[in-house]
């Protein structure tokens, strides 16, 4: 029997969340009774069968909003959304992210500003709205994530550690703001998942520098992680149930690293 955490009957929102990293957590806090608002890019086709299998898999209520992340006011309407579907918000997953590498020499502007608005810009938005609802709750969860990158540089990808840094002292921030309300703000900085769009990297790279893909994930996308493995969603999932559970309650403000010991070298 999976564990509970105590929190069927909530309402979450998971921005990025129609595909890897996010659809994993929606699909975890729907597994414990959570009612989810979905967001992100995708087939809108796609998208709805997603939904549907997900709803008639977890018996959850799930619904979803195609904010533009980029816009204030439809991520304040996507919270909007859930109070009037569901007349409450307990918990905030700030997931949405793109990536662009660069030497910094060359970097577009309109990259740097896409990843700044995407990543950090969209989870202050949704914060800013999302708080007022959770402290008249007297309860709630904000989760951000961030990445090792919020924690640690990697070179050519300046916009992504600005903006996941960013996320980081966002999160300490709110954390401290809130810390006598009831409502927590913590960060999950993971190593390297093996969503799809890393898989792809992995063909690609293995292509470019004519060596095998295993060289490729231990030689070049693993070399930072001591314990060579990719992340899994089951380890996420698990780290944010902790958060979003009353055991989580006394964890605010911070930055919990799931990257296989990167960030500790």
């Given amino acids: 029997m999976a564990a509970d955490y105590g929190i069927a009957g909530h309402v979450a929102i998971v921005t990025g969340s129609t595909s890897g990293i996010g659809f994993a957590l929606a699909s975890a806090l729907a597994e414990q009774g959570v009612h989810v608002i979905l967001n992100g890019l995708g087939d809108p086709a796609q998208i709805e069968t997603n939904r549907r299998e997900l709803q008639a898999r977890t018996n959850s209520s799930i619904r979803y909003h195609g904010a533009d992340m980029t816009r204030p006011d439809e991520i304040a309407d996507l919270v909007d959304f859930a109070v009037r579907e569901f007349g409450r918000l307990d918990i905030l997953v700030n997931n949405a992210g793109i990536q662009h590498v660069s030497p910094i020499e060359d970097f577009p502007p309109e990259k740097w500003d896409a990843l700044i608005a995407i990543i950090l810009s969209s989870a202050f938005h949704a914060t800013r709205a999302a708080v007022p609802i959770m402290k008249a709750q007297g309860r709630g969860r904000i989760v951000n994530i961030a990445s090792a990158h919020g924690l640690v540089a990697s070179p050519f990808k300046s916009a992504y550690v600005a903006a996941k840094f960013g996320v980081v002292g966002l999160t300490k921030a709110v ?63 698990g780290m944010l149930l902790y958060l979003v559970s009353d055991m989580g309650a006394s964890a605010t403000g911070a930055a919990l690293s799931v990257d296989g010991g990167w960030t500790a070298t």
């Fill in 175 to 237: 954390g401290v703001e809130l810390a006598r309300t009831g409502v927590t703000c913590n960060a999950i900085c993971p190593g390297y998942v093996k969503t799809p769009l890393v898989e792809a990297q992995i063909g690609d790279q293995a292509r470019s520098r004519g060596i095998s893909e295993d060289r490729v994930v231990d030689e070049v996308i693993l070399a930072a992680q001591p314990n060579k493995a990719f992340v899994e969603y089951d380890h996420l999932a």
